[in-house]
């Protein structure tokens, strides 16, 4: 069993870079694909990043994921920060030795 | 394709909860797909229940494995969802989605129908 990290909450300024950490505690980040859903207040959540680093169509190139196995982490990059991405991200990957889902306790991203 | 949740929104505790998605714009049967059941109570995180292959294979969170069961109605294009002896910890939102089995990613999400348990 393992849990994935994220930090509670992260802010930043519009035109801005930020990146949003989800780290592994156990077993190896690149073993399994990372997934990235962004949820906005009162809707359902979407995917901004799938397969570590793909985009879904209609997802802006602000949007880039990526796989760090040093830190045993994935990492959330969104650059050209906009007021409509405030919203919570979670990441999300496959936990193979129970044959299920495993999702980050998400990250509060505020632009202002 | 477009997954609507239903069911009752109030469920009295040691009941059962039960809900249905419903599938339209496209067929259950034949895709790569899993079908899923993620729940988030209130202020709170994504949590995954369940999910059923198109010809009825079942994975469960080992944390309510023995209280949740999943089905599919083909010939209805719906999924199924019943959680027994609820709590007011089964409160929240419960989603439906569509999990891309080859690499397990949620590419669809139904808009979540809220369950509140009182008496």
């Known amino acids: 069993n393992f849990i994935l990290t994220q930090p509670h909450s992260v802010s930043e300024s519009p035109g801005k870079t930020v990146t949003i950490s989800c780290t592994r505690s156990?077993?190896?980040?690149?073993?399994?694909?990372v997934h990235w859903y962004q949820q906005r207040p009162g809707s359902s959540p979407t995917t901004v990043i799938y397969e570590d680093n793909q985009r879904p169509s209609g997802v802006p190139d602000r949007f880039s994921g990526s796989i760090d196995s040093s830190s045993n982490s994935a990492s959330l990059t969104i650059s050209g920060l906009r007021t409509e991405d405030e919203a919570e991200y979670y990441c999300h990957t496959y936990d193979y030795e129970n044959q299920g889902e495993v999702f980050g306790g998400g990250t509060k991203l505020t632009v202002l | 394709v477009q997954l609507q949740e239903s069911g009752p929104g109030l469920v009295k505790p040691s009941e059962t909860l039960s809900l249905t998605c419903t599938v339209s714009g496209g067929s259950i049967t034949g895709s790569s797909s899993y079908w899923s059941w993620v729940r988030q109570r209130p202020g709170k995180g994504l949590e995954w229940i369940t999910y059923?292959?198109?010809?009825?294979?079942?994975y469960f969170n080992p944390s309510l494995r023995s209280r949740v069961a999943t089905s599919v109605d083909t010939s209805k294009n719906q999924i199924s969802l019943r959680v027994t002896s609820v709590t007011a910890a089964d409160t929240a939102i419960y989603y439906c989605?569509?999990?891309?089995?080859?690499?397990?990613?949620?590419?669809?999400w139904g808009q979540g129908t809220l369950v509140t348990v009182s008496s």
């Open positions: 156990g077993g190896n980040i690149a073993n399994n694909f």
């Open positions: 989605a569509r999990v891309f089995m080859r690499t397990n990613w949620f590419d669809l």
């Open positions: 059923i292959s198109d010809i009825g294979s079942t």
